[in-house]
């Protein structure tokens, strides 16, 4: 049980709100003309990295390089993010894409190839313009910034069918520190418990264990983002991303303890407002209703909502049923 005198401190901003991360926008023209389509989020130092990803069949290329990358273990630092294409039901060549885009952007800023994250969001079925990818990454890396000018930019440019951007940042002290977790999502439409065509990108200067990270990311989204639904629709791209870079400077959260449990109510609080966002705009939406349930057994549902995991960890290669 999270103490509820954990005191949150609610502050502007998004994925740059936290120590160490930059973001950039930019242009690339890869589906829209004249709007932002491209993000990039990049940590000063190597992360942590920790995934939730759709149980859908059908899953879209960057989904599958994330779970890879995710499951090494390897350290993280970049994000590249683009809207309009969703680089799914794309094969081979689809996965190649998302090797030259992680190339491209590793490249531009010095980093492994194996610490850059991808992701899509857009049109199935369509091969993404990859030489106009890797124009957009290389013109984003000189304008990495970490105000929060910047991230409102990036979360505006992942936007498909959105009317608004989405993000929130919340502060919490853990001892001496001061740890901030910020964050940022896009989704409108194909919204639902069993699916939801979402993209969320959460980051955090606090430190903490991968394998926490991780516990922490998975206990928190089966009551923040698997509890919306709009319209009942499927998705290949579903992605919760979570990045913590350890700049704030906190001893090292390895165990279950009360920094834990105030890092978890910082993290609810994040993903909570995210997943409220995306209810509240969805396609041809007028009002957002939330609903309290009380004296039920459990929290499955019937008929076909047997689950309420829709998005899960992946863990040694294979995903959690």
């Known amino acids: 049980m999270i103490k509820s005198t954990v005191e949150l401190i609610k502050i502007q901003g998004g994925v740059t709100a936290a120590k160490g991360f930059e973001a950039a926008s930019a242009a690339a023209g890869i589906k829209y003309k004249g709007r932002q389509d491209m993000a990039l989020i990049y940590s000063r130092v190597p992360c942590k990295s920790a995934g939730t990803f759709t149980t859908n069949i059908v899953k879209a290329a960057p989904v599958k390089w994330d779970q890879q990358q995710v499951s090494t273990g390897a350290p993280a630092q970049a994000v590249v993010i683009n809207a309009g294409i969703a680089n799914a039901c794309t094969g081979q060549e689809g996965m190649e894409y998302c090797s030259r885009t992680a190339e491209a952007a590793a490249e531009a800023l010095g980093v492994a190839k194996e610490s850059v994250l ?11 313009p990859i030489d106009r990818i890797e124009a957009g990454i290389k013109a984003m890396a000189p304008l990495l910034d970490g105000g929060p000018e ?18 929130v940042a919340v502060q919490v002290r853990l001892g001496d520190a001061l740890v901030t977790i910020g964050g940022m999502c896009k989704g409108s439409g194909m919204i639902h ?27 928190d989204i089966q009551d923040t983002y698997n509890m919306i639904s709009v319209d009942g629709d499927t998705s290949t791209n579903d992605t919760v991303l979570l990045l913590a870079n350890g700049l704030a400077g906190n001893p090292e959260i390895t165990e279950k303890n ?16 995210l997943a409220r966002k995306m209810a509240g705009d969805g396609e041809g939406c007028t009002a957002l209703f939330e609903v309290k349930i009380t004296g039920a057994e459990t929290k499955n549902r019937p008929g076909r909502w047997p689950s309420r995991d829709h998005l899960q960890p992946y863990e040694g290669g294979h995903l959690r049923p």
């Open 118 to 128: 991808v992701a899509s969001t857009g049109v199935i079925g369509m091969q993404l």
């Open 150 to 167: 910047s991230g409102t930019n990036a979360s505006k440019a992942i936007m498909t069918t959105d009317t608004k951007n989405k993000e």
């Open 193 to 219: 418990p069993n699916m939801c065509t979402m993209l969320s990108f959460v980051t955090t200067d606090a430190s903490i264990s991968k394998d926490l990270l991780a516990e922490a990311l998975k206990t």
């Open 258 to 273: 009360e920094d834990y449990q105030a890092f978890c109510k910082a993290l609810n609080y994040v993903n909570e407002t």
